[in-house]
């Protein structure tokens, strides 16, 4: 089995920061594209490959900042200069391929991000 974990959400004022955390555990042989979403459209906030190359939706961009881990299978997103507008549940999800050699789609259940004053 395979799980991914998400962490790091919670309350923050505008223009505060969070980092979150995808932690991936259980028969995993490899990891390729991990990206992180927002409801409620399940919309594209940012995406790491199998190879290190990063991008970010244009909403985000100079503000959030994804980075993967290969060591522990974690993949963050740093949050800087939060709005309002981010306030949503943010989800993981990763494309894995696991030791028995089944390649699929992965999600968390997601954690809360809320900014407000």
């Known amino acids: 089995q395979v799980r991914l974990v998400e962490s790091g959400g919670g309350l923050v004022q505008p223009g505060g920061s969070l980092r979150l955390s995808c932690a991936a555990s259980g028969n995993i042989r490899s990891i390729q594209t991990v990206g992180w979403y927002r409801q409620s459209q399940r919309e594209l906030v940012a995406t790491v490959t199998s190879g290190g190359s990063t991008s970010c939706a244009d909403f985000v961009k100079g503000r959030f900042t994804i980075s993967r881990v290969y060591a522990n299978n974690t993949v963050y997103l740093q949050m800087n200069s939060l709005v309002p507008e981010d306030t949503a549940v943010y989800y993981c999800?990763?494309?894995?391929?696991?030791?028995?050699?089944?390649?699929?789609?992965?999600w968390g259940q997601g954690t809360q991000v809320t900014v407000s004053s």
């Open positions: 999800n990763a494309r894995i391929r696991t030791s028995s050699g089944f390649t699929g789609n992965y």
